[in-house]
Antibody
């Protein structure tokens, strides 16, 4: 079955970087884009960016440009999120999510059909 | 960037009642790009509706999505105890950035 399994919780200092991994199983790795979405405590969902596992191309939300990097390792079918220069405002649960795509006439419809379990990143001095 | 505004912020209802959740877009969007998710505490979001009105696999028929243009609605009829959660709408097209609404909490 489809599984997106994320790495464990992280506690880190302001200014430090963090890496979150998303290990994928149960389907062909290269066939689905993976997105990252975060959720600050008690807040809503915030889209961070995406990676195409096939070629590794990425697109990032403007807010994170310059301090976010999404990569993938096809040999281990794992996607990584690296975020640098952390502040307390980066304290959040980080999710990876699979983008499904279905055809509807001449168009495609998209949605997130599978999500990782979430990784809590706490930034604290 | 399309901004999605959800209302109300909180809906207080009882089991058996119906809930009507609104998602308003800052500009006209295609209904095929409007998605709804449900999120319970400590869990990842769960897909409910895509293409504004198509229920995802396994979603009960008491969940119904509708709307077009800038106004979209999620209706939950005959609320069950497990339906009390936070609901998010999302605009999901080919061009980032993707956006989510701020969420509506349905509480007892």
């Amino acid at each position: 079955q489809v599984q997106l399994v994320q790495s464990g919780a992280e506690v880190t200092r302001p200014g430090a970087p963090v890496r979150v991994s998303c290990s994928i199983a149960g389907y062909t790795f290269s066939n689905y884009y993976i997105h990252w979405v975060r959720q600050a405590p008690g807040q809503g969902l915030e889209w961070m960016g995406l990676i195409d596992p096939r070629g590794g191309s990425t697109e990032y939300a403007q807010k994170f440009q310059g301090r976010v990097l999404m990569t993938r390792d096809t040999s281990t079918t794992t996607v990584y999120l690296d975020l640098t220069s952390l502040t307390s405002e980066d304290t959040a649960v980080y999710y990876c999510a699979r983008r499904a795509r279905i055809r509807s006439g001449y168009y495609y419809i998209f949605y997130f059909d599978y999500w990782g379990q979430g990784t809590l990143v706490t930034v604290s001095s | 960037e399309i901004v999605l505004t959800q209302s109300p912020g909180t809906l207080s209802l009882s089991p058996g009642e119906s809930a009507t959740l609104s998602c308003r877009a800052s500009q006209t969007v295609s209904s095929r790009y409007l998605v709804w998710y449900q999120q319970k505490p400590g869990q990842a979001p769960r897909l409910l509706i895509y293409g504004a009105s198509t229920r995802a696999t396994g979603i009960p028929d008491r969940f119904n999505g509708s709307g077009s243009g800038t106004d979209f609605t999620l209706t939950i009829s005959r609320l069950e105890p497990e339906d009390f959660a936070v609901y998010y709408c999302q605009h999901f097209d080919t061009s980032p950035p993707l956006t989510f609404g701020g969420g509506t909490k349905v509480e007892i």
